[in-house]
């Protein structure tokens, strides 16, 4: 089955600088890569995702690049602020031949920490 | 529209009893998938239901089960509760669109406690 790696495990960054999380994923089959945002007592949030049809793609201050020749993916976050301090997990699937997909297979999560 | 909810919120159980947790998706959601958060293990896949029919299954023993109804709400029951059962459950809901593989939007959990 699939096995996704998420590095580092807490990251602290400065506000207003650049945070990056990284993962790789074991199955080539893979076509579909979210990214979740957790806060403290509420469930992940998705916040960008990216299908392996597309190298990368920014929403705001939020990008996602995929490179499918070396089986990783990553998020970035810029200008980052107070609030975007969370657990942060990117996740991988592929779609099945008989309808939907394999069920999500998260990486550890990243807690990153905004300072002030 | 209003998202994915959860119940109970909270639940404490003796070991050996079982339980039942319930979920709405998101109107107009076909899809619904349940996973299990714990500290130890992370997020793990437990099921999927489409139809009410379960499509997908992850690596858990038989005493995980679940059910989907018409209306696309489902419900997961867990048997023979061990204190390694301890953790937050998460539905999330998708819409199942043909061909692709579509977001999935989790509810807030429903954090179950054995003791």
């Known amino acids: 089955g699939e096995n996704v790696e998420q590095h580092p495990s807490t990251l602290s960054v400065q506000e207003g600088d650049s945070a990056v999380i990284k993962c790789t994923y074991s199955d080539s089959a893979s076509n579909y890569f979210p990214w979740y945002k957790q806060e403290l007592g509420k469930g992940p949030q998705l916040i960008i995702d990216?299908?392996?049809?597309?190298g990368e793609k920014k929403d705001q201050r939020i990008a996602v690049t995929l490179n499918k020749t070396a089986k990783h993916f990553s998020l970035h976050i810029t200008e980052t602020q107070p609030e975007d301090s969370a657990v942060y997990f990117c996740a991988a699937t592929r779609t099945r031949s008989g309808g939907g997909a394999d069920g999500l297979t998260f990486g550890k999560g990243t807690h990153l920490i905004i300072q002030p | 529209k209003a998202g994915v909810t959860q119940t109970p919120r909270y639940l404490i159980k003796t070991r050996g009893q079982q339980v039942t947790l319930s979920c709405s998706p998101i109107s107009g959601h076909r899809s619904v998938s349940w996973y299990q958060q714990t500290p130890g293990q992370g997020l793990q896949f437990l099921f999927e239901?489409?139809?009410?029919?379960?499509?997908n299954k992850g690596n858990f023993p038989g005493r995980f089960s679940g059910r989907q109804f018409s209306n696309s709400r489902s419900e997961m029951n867990v048997s023979t509760l061990e204190l390694g059962d301890s953790a937050l459950y998460l539905c999330?809901?998708?819409?199942?669109?043909?061909?692709?593989?579509?977001?999935?939007?989790f509810g807030p959990g429903t954090r179950l406690t054995v003791l």
């Open positions: 999330a809901s998708s819409l199942a669109a043909s061909g692709r593989t579509d977001e999935q939007f």
């Open positions: 990216i299908r392996s049809n597309v």
């Open positions: 239901y489409f139809s009410e029919t379960q499509r």
